[in-house]
């Protein structure tokens, strides 16, 4: 079940990528080339190649999404492990409880499609706006302002998403796998002082 959904994560980011490939590519080849492009993208042969190469894709951008990303998430773990030793402990603790081990999958599932969709949202700005420029199109200046705007709306949503969710699960995890406290055993009561008459 992890192994399909992490193929499913990684196809979603790649897909993405490749789509922005995709129009980068169009734009390029400019609108006198690129009538030829048509009838071999529409070939189950380019459809399966183009879904293997998303695959692949989706590994390479979601490696260089977590790199990017990793100065801002090794201050998040910070903020609930002080050292990378008690990260690890509050980790094995955690795979010791099924339900909270599908509950953090879960979570890792969503923050990886977010990180990989960050650069995504990059290259499908700029591929959209490069293809803006090159075909003509009317109320050119107001189709890349909104282009832009929505790529930026999208990539920043998608960063706020990705920081929102990692800072939560670290969180949940210091709390979920801090070591129970003792019982504490009540003092006992102070002798009643004797009544005088």
Request: hydrophobic share 55%; net charge positive; aromatic share 8%.
């Amino acid at each position: 079940m992890a192994a399909t959904a992490m193929f499913v994560e990684v196809l979603v980011v790649g897909i993405g990528f490749l789509t922005g490939l995709g129009i980068l590519a169009v734009a390029i080849a400019g609108p006198d080339n690129s009538r030829w492009l048509a009838p071999v993208a529409g070939t189950p042969l380019a459809a399966g190649a183009a879904l293997a190469f998303a695959y692949a894709l989706g590994i390479l951008i979601d490696r260089a999404a977590d790199a990017a990303l990793a100065p801002a998430r090794r201050r998040l773990r910070t903020q609930s492990f002080p050292t990378s030793s008690a990260y690890a402990q509050a980790r094995l603790r955690l795979a010791e409880i099924p339900a909270l081990t599908a509950r953090a999958d879960y979570a890792r599932s969503r923050l990886r499609i977010c990180r990989g969709w960050i650069l995504n949202s990059l290259l499908l700005t700029l591929a959209t706006n490069l293809a803006l420029w090159r075909y003509p199109v009317e109320h050119r200046a107001l189709l890349l302002t909104t282009a832009t705007v929505l790529g930026a709306l999208a990539g920043a949503g998608f960063y706020w998403s990705w920081h929102s969710i990692t800072a939560t699960g670290y969180r949940k995890l210091a709390v979920q796998t801090a070591p129970a406290a003792p019982p504490t055993v009540p003092a006992p009561s102070p002798a009643a002082a004797p009544q005088t008459p």
